[in-house]
């Protein structure tokens, strides 16, 4: 699953492309017998992606940012299987991919997100493989669709890492450790890790309300996407509390994370308000402010976005995002596609 | 995953065997028996489950679909047991249903299954513990935004389905919100009467969730109290 560089030749973005195309492939068809059972879920995802920054006057097939791993024209797919013995459930595997447009090479590039096998022993279930680290807001809030960044895309975590973790639910809540790699969406070895752990007190779908409180600690790396930024791993160490709220048609994500990254602090305050309107909820409204402190420097981040779902598969969703990088706003639209397979 | 070209260093080389890494961890799992899936599922099944069913020591979750089982046909049939049309988000052939089946060492004592409905302020969901009749033994409203949200959670609400059976709800209209002739659906209280929509879609998620019980689980063992 390699992904060819900006630099060199088409091929070995082809090339990694039809490996990744035909070992998905071969993967999902090791499951045949399963899915006629169905013993498994297979969706299609589909995306169309397109964004006009009005400083420098651009049009971008990107939601984002053009080196990340978010929003990008698309296909892909997400696959989970269930692992049963006679009389119980023994796991899940997951594995979920696309394989985008990128507008840096104008080659296809694959991204992988899910690819666990979560095992469920009495004591905790178990995950092995490249899922969420247990920090903040992004270990419980599905972003793989949505165009408004969290605070894995503003540099704060990661959406998916390499390694270990488990996770106990109780009455009152839960509990989640993770020992990853700390390295993002590619697996680098160089001297690199992160240790989270999250406790948090109540679930949303159920009691209308969580709060999360946060512990990391590591050597992280600097990765945006598939790009490693900065080729040696920085100390890092951060706290955060995060809440989601629930109430009748309005729906509230909160997050306040600080720290320290390679002996600077580290700052972040994150609020996402939402209110859901007509039949079903199928407007959704959301606004995005977020105060951010980096490498000493203050930022600011103020995202507006609207989700209209026109049916269960297909979902259109616009954004605005200004923020402190520049002068201008970024006006995205997205159409995405979501079909069981 | 990644080859940054662009690494000066030289010692920066990913690690790239990752395709072959998932492989062999999926083709490993492929050997272990393979069942179930997820769709409306519940929160933590480890908790719920346990809560629903306290003599239990573990579950298997089943997936199905009208789709996969009898297509359009299918779902005209349990649109007539429902006694109303499958419209909206949450109601179409192919959305996926997660079903738990409860076990006590080898023995299967029940069932686990949850509905979506369109509520007040967006969607519920009502799951119902059955015993292997199709007689509800538990009543858990996992989503939930509505006025009245704490009332119908209470287990006073609750507590009154049990002991019901799709027998029971056959006599119900999930369009009219009536029973006739008036019975034991009908002696469900609304413990607030200014959350009615609210309370008729519990009902009629509940119906629903019993039909897709009996359809998917039960082998249709209710089909003969139907009137049609």
Known sequence: MSEAGGAGSRRPGRRSAVRFGAACLALLGAFAPGLRAQSSLLYLELQAVGAYATAPGRVDLFSFMAADAMQKPGLGFDFVQRLSAETRDIGVLGVQARLVYDQETKRPKPQLYNAYLRLKPKFANIWIGHSRPAMGLASVLDNHALLLPDATMFGFGFDRDWGVGLDRDFAWGGVAASLTAGSGMPLYLKGNYLAAARIFKGVLARDGHSVGLSLSQGRVLETMGYTLADPDPAAWTAAGLDWSFAWRNLESRAEILAGRRGGAGTFLAFWRPGLSLLEEGRLKIELQPALMRRAGDWDFSLGSGLTYLFNADLAGRFMVLRDSAGPGVRFVVQLYYYKRL | ?228
């Open chain 2, 1 to 228: 995953m990644s080859d940054i070209r662009g690494s000066s260093t030289g010692r920066s080389r990913p690690v790239r065997a990752l395709v072959p890494a998932a492989a062999g961890i999926l083709l490993g799992a492929a050997a272990l028996a393979l069942y179930a899936a997820v769709g409306c599922d519940l929160n933590d099944p480890d908790r719920d489950v346990k809560r629903l069913f306290p003599g239990s020591t573990g579950y298997k979750t089943l997936y199905v679909s009208v789709s996969r089982k009898g297509g359009d046909g299918l779902l005209r049939q349990i649109e007539a047991r429902l006694g109303d049309k499958f419209t909206g988000l949450f109601e179409t052939a192919d959305v996926p249903y997660t079903m738990y089946e409860i076990y006590k060492g080898t023995e299967l004592i029940g069932y686990i299954h949850g509905a979506n409905q369109k509520g007040t302020y967006g969607g519920l969901q009502v799951f119902l513990a059955l015993d292997r009749e199709g007689v509800i033994r538990g009543f858990y409203l996992q989503k939930l935004t509505s006025k009245a949200a704490k009332a119908f959670r209470d287990p006073a609400f609750g507590n009154q389905f049990l002991g019901l059976s799709l027998r029971d709800f056959y006599r119900y209209d999930v369009v009219t919100g009536k029973e006739e002739p008036p019975g034991p659906v009908s002696r469900i209280a609304n413990p607030d009467p200014g959350s009615d929509r609210d309370f008729r879609a519990i009902l009629r998620a509940t119906k629903k969730n019993l039909v897709l019980a009996d359809e998917f689980l039960l082998g249709n063992a209710h089909l003969k109290f139907f009137k049609g």
